[in-house]
């Protein structure tokens, strides 16, 4: 089912009473609880009829409490469970009596990144609920979303412009909204956007996430590595494309302490190395927080991850997560 056929629902008012939204899109999780939030309780009712609990910490006779708690001046309650991946078997099997019994004046809506489906708990919730994934787009996907979502904001984007915007922001929708909200207002009472106003608002993100990544690596920021690996890696990035920027950034890292190293004069550094003026000064600052046995460890790790990647049955993010704290690590023994 997509998000177009949940709202379909809705409108009909034929919204089940045990919802479970997951999947890799956290977009259309988010929007699939927004929608069916705004119908089920109004806002001024919220205080009384709306319920919220998260996955790793709930307790199942709170949530089934809840549940059976009548809605107050109004049709019906929501009782919401997020992230329920975070929870264990027992709390899960905690609720199983209430999916094989559920109180029609109760919407239970769950979500989820991802769900086991041989566990029992959702195995019944198929059987007596409505069970909605959401998959990550595919990049020849995203015209026709952006157009639909543009659409909604009273505005039309030129077939270069929609093209240039497409590759300019990849398939993080959250990503995509927020940029096309900067674009919305730039155009102010426009309602055609052209190549020239993306080429001037829009950000290449995906370009400055990499960027943004290796120099997190260089500066031995860690969490804020993990962070932006995450995120490429969930706007559909190439696993070994991401490896090679890592390894191109300290190669060139390299170079620089090298170069140094032999008194070549600072001038001449960008071009020896293949990097931009404008980032030199901290490539420098950074090339300095590894010695040379540090770097031949870390190309030693740059060499095993890209076997691994390149294996059978390998888990990316596993390996990328690895080695970006294999690199922390390194860092931190000056």
Not at 14 to 36: C, D, H, K, M, V
Not at 41 to 65: K, S
Not at 275 to 287: D, I, R, T, V
Request: charged share 25%.
């Amino acid at each position: 089912m997509s998000l177009r056929e949940l709202h379909n629902m809705i409108q009909a008012g034929s919204l089940p009473g045990l919802i479970l939204l997951y999947g890799q899109e956290s977009y259309f999780i988010e929007e699939g609880l927004q929608a069916i939030r705004n119908a089920v309780v109004l806002p001024e009712d919220r205080d009384f009829n709306l319920t919220q609990f998260q996955g790793r910490d709930f307790q199942a006779l709170d949530i089934i409490e809840q549940a059976r708690t009548f809605p107050v001046f109004s049709a019906r309650r929501l009782v919401i469970v997020k992230n329920v991946h975070d929870a264990s078997a027992g709390q899960l099997e905690g609720l199983l009596s209430y999916l094989e019994d559920p109180v029609p004046e109760t919407v239970l809506l769950l979500t989820a990144e991802k769900i086991d489906a041989r566990r029992k708990f959702y195995q019944v919730l198929k059987k007596t609920g409505t069970v909605i994934e959401f998959k990550k787009i595919y990049e020849n996907q995203l015209p026709s979303f952006v157009r639909e979502l543009a659409k909604s904001f009273d505005v039309t984007l030129t077939e270069g412009a929609l093209k240039l915007f497409c590759k300019r922001v990849g398939t993080n929708l959250a990503g995509v909204q927020g940029e096309l909200e900067k674009l919305v207002g730039y155009l102010g009472e426009r309602d055609l956007a052209d190549e020239e106003d993306v080429a001037a608002i829009v950000s290449d993100t995906r370009i400055e996430s990499i960027f943004d990544l290796t120099d997190a690596l260089g500066q031995g920021d860690r969490s804020t590595a993990l962070m932006l690996l995450d995120r490429l890696l969930a706007e559909g990035q190439a696993p070994l494309m991401v490896l090679a920027m890592m390894t191109r950034h300290f190669r060139q890292m390299w170079k620089i302490r090298e170069l140094v190293a032999q008194k070549v004069p600072q001038s001449e550094l960008p071009k020896r190395v293949g990097a931009s003026p404008y980032f030199l000064k901290g490539l420098m600052q950074q090339a300095n927080r590894f010695e040379n046995r540090h770097y031949c460890h870390v190309f030693s790790q740059f060499l095993a991850t890209d076997l691994a990647l390149k294996s059978s049955g390998s888990e990316p993010r596993l390996h990328l997560e690895q080695l970006v704290l294999e690199i922390a690590a390194v860092g931190s023994k000056r």
